[in-house]
């Protein structure tokens, strides 16, 4: 009657139903939290946006066929307080700052790009405030150039929890920023990625 | 030995394999991804992902956003990679979207990984399933089994021994 295998598998029985368990109700805290401390409409403020125009031929920075490419870097300022977000389920925050955009030559095209991006795991860093920060990617587009076109910043997180849903949300602010023409600097023959210009 | 008693074990096995098979497929049909359940095999999302971690995917939605961690299959590799959407383009008259994807724990965008003279991923053909839903560490059983093979001669033991000795 009471058979080792059948003991083996009423315990195991319970274990998997009690986890399940378990997992439901942190998941469902955890949503319950969120929605509490209003994590969906927290601020941001993105200054001063400063592009910075290069012409890239390899392949790693967008070219196809070594047609140049316009590549743009920026620095800018954020501030924001992503600190509501870390609750007993949060095990990292990734928060982005991403540019949306509308195609020049092709109109339909909309597109979003980021710019920075940061991994947060402890609570008491959350309060990002940034001064003058280089962007950490460099930017091209499908067309040929992205200068000359009205770029859209927000800032973005996505919270990794220990179990459970991955959440998404994306902050308040935006920032419209307008990326001037680029200079035509004298050709060289070599080292076309060094030319630059910021204004 | 009772012939009727070894045939109706045999069913009953028959009946778990199925209903488990059942279940997968049916998984897939409802997320509409061929493998709607991975577990991560590299840490290149780290600290996100680990290896072993497992993942749920789904696969309904047209459209990626920035900011998605993505599961997706380069043709001529078979093993799918876990990172996140950098940058998408989306063309609003044809509704093809173009991603580039990063791990977070690389320096650099996935253009390497990609198929010759690919810059960037097709979200219709190339993307498996958007990560939706996270459990740690439960899936190291099956890196473990696959890649140690006294592992996998002792789950089968294991398996062969139970079915033997569950005559009750």
């Not at chain 1, 469902?28 to 969906?40: C, E, I, K, P």
């Not at chain 1, 200068?147 to 419209?176: A, C, D, K, M």
């Not at chain 2, 008693?5 to 199925?18: G, P, Q, V």
Request: charged content about 20%; glycine content about 6%.
């Amino acid at each position: 009657m009471f058979s080792l295998s059948q003991r083996f598998q009423h315990i195991s029985n319970q274990a998997l139903s009690f986890a399940i368990f378990a997992a439901v109700f942190v998941v469902a805290t955890t949503w319950a939290q969120l929605y509490r401390d209003n994590v969906f409409e927290l601020s941001s403020s993105i200054g001063k946006v400063d592009p910075n125009i290069n012409v890239r031929t390899s392949r790693y920075y967008g070219s196809v066929n070594g047609k140049p490419k316009e590549n743009i870097r920026l620095t800018f300022d954020l501030d924001a307080d992503l600190t509501p977000l870390f609750n007993w389920n949060t095990k990292q925050i990734f928060a982005y700052v991403t540019a949306t955009y509308n195609g020049k030559l092709k109109k339909d095209v909309k597109s979003e790009v980021t710019f920075w991006d940061t991994i947060i795991t402890d609570k008491a860093k959350a309060h990002i405030t940034l001064d003058n920060v280089k962007s950490k990617y460099t930017i091209w587009d499908l067309e040929e150039k992205l200068s000359e076109r009205e770029l859209t910043f927000h800032l973005n997180w996505n919270i990794q929890p220990w179990i459970g849903s991955l959440v998404y949300g994306e902050t308040t602010g935006q920032t419209l920023v307008t990326i001037p023409e680029r200079k035509v600097a004298p050709k060289k023959s070599k080292s076309p990625a060094t030319e630059s210009e910021a204004n | 030995m009772n012939l009727r008693l070894e045939l109706t074990r045999f069913l009953n096995l028959c009946f778990a394999l199925a209903s488990a098979f059942m279940f997968w497929k049916g998984l897939s049909i409802v997320t509409n991804s061929h493998s709607p359940i991975v577990v991560v095999l590299s840490g290149s999302m780290e600290p996100a992902f680990q290896r072993g971690d497992i993942l749920f995917l789904w696969n309904r939605n047209t459209l990626n956003k920035v900011g998605d961690v993505v599961v997706y299959e380069v043709n001529g590799k078979d093993i799918p990679i876990v990172h996140r959407v950098m940058r998408e383009h989306i063309d609003g008259k044809t509704g093809k979207q173009l991603l580039l994807t990063k791990g977070d724990n690389n320096a650099g965008n996935d253009i390497p990984l990609y198929a010759k003279r690919k810059l960037y991923l097709q979200k219709d053909r190339d993307i498996v399933g958007t990560v939706k839903g996270y459990i740690p560490q439960l899936g190291y059983v099956t890196i473990w089994i696959s890649e140690n093979k006294y592992a996998k001669a002792g789950l089968m033991g294991l398996i062969a021994l139970s079915a033997l000795l569950s005559n009750e």
